[in-house]
């Protein structure tokens, strides 16, 4: 059966202004690569009720968003800095300072605005690794290799999917993920070499005194960003002298755990961990 169609979302700007206008800290959810920001939308309910309101940015140069996965075309390739400096913009917009919360690709982007001392909390689930942090996975991803020409997205089939996000679901539900939530993406090289790649041009700094409290995310089963790859970004940020750094690794779950069946243990995690910091 078709999943349903990703319901429309008010553009950034709108989301600013209803962020601003209700006085409340806001909350910052940025995805992965390769999944829609609609991947975020249980959790922007769960968190909403709590108090945070919720902004989802969307990568630069994205079209708007599209009915469903299938038929966004994806973005066009850029860096690591130009996507946080991108987000930084947003951020910048709002009243409040966000916690900030990001998957994967996101979970990255979100250190790194945490060490700008964009958030007041931040959530890291399942990282991507920074430049020069190398751990090796135990299982590489297989995710298609950068593309040569500029403006190129590519997407992931079923079968590299399900490898690399969805191995701890099954099928059905591994189906069910790929059409609703899987979108093109600039490719992009696995954690493997993710550390050692020009593209990954911005480092996140760890010790800054404005950083705020952190907590890592790690899934036992996930082999886009396995515990070797959050255990050594752990490691880097434990050693922020002035704000808390916590990790947690969530038994039986992949690389989707923020959008498969067992979602609300890991949002329950990272809204337990950011409510004992941030009043909203």
Not at 33 to 43: A, M, T
Not at 167 to 184: F, M, Q, S, T
């Amino acid at each position: 059966m078709p999943c349903p169609p990703e319901p429309p979302r008010p553009p950034i700007e709108a989301q600013v202004e209803r962020a601003n206008a209700g006085g409340r800290v806001p909350i910052v959810f940025l995805p992965g690569l390769w999944l829609l920001p609609g991947s975020w939308d249980r959790w922007a309910a769960v968190f909403g009720e709590a108090g945070f309101p919720a902004v989802l940015p969307t990568w630069p140069a994205d079209p708007p968003p599209t009915p469903s996965a299938a038929g966004h075309a994806g973005s066009a390739p850029w860096t690591v800095g130009e996507v946080a400096g991108h987000v930084a913009g947003v951020i910048g917009r709002l009243e409040r300072k966000p916690v900030v919360v990001g998957h994967s690709f996101g979970g990255l982007l979100a250190q790194i605005l945490a060490g700008d001392g964009l958030a007041a909390a931040t959530v890291a689930i399942a990282p991507a690794p920074e430049r020069g942090v190398l751990p090796l996975p135990i299982s590489p991803p297989r995710a298609p290799a950068r593309p040569g020409g500029a403006g190129r997205a590519v997407p992931l089939t079923y079968d590299q999917f399900r490898h690399s996000f969805a191995n701890a679901a099954g099928e059905e539900e591994a189906r069910r993920l790929h059409e609703r939530y899987a979108v093109p993406a600039p490719g992009a090289p696995p954690p493997r070499t993710a550390a050692l790649d020009p593209w990954n041009d911005t480092e996140v700094d760890a010790a800054a005194p404005a950083r705020g409290p952190l907590l890592l995310i790690s899934g036992e089963l996930d082999r886009t960003a396995p515990w070797p790859v959050t255990r050594a970004a752990y490691e880097r940020q434990a050693r922020n002298a002035h704000h808390r750094t916590e990790i947690a690794e969530l038994p039986g779950r992949g690389h989707s755990l923020i959008v498969d069946g067992g979602w609300r243990e890991v949002c329950g995690t990272a809204l337990t961990f950011i409510q004992r910091y941030v009043c909203p």
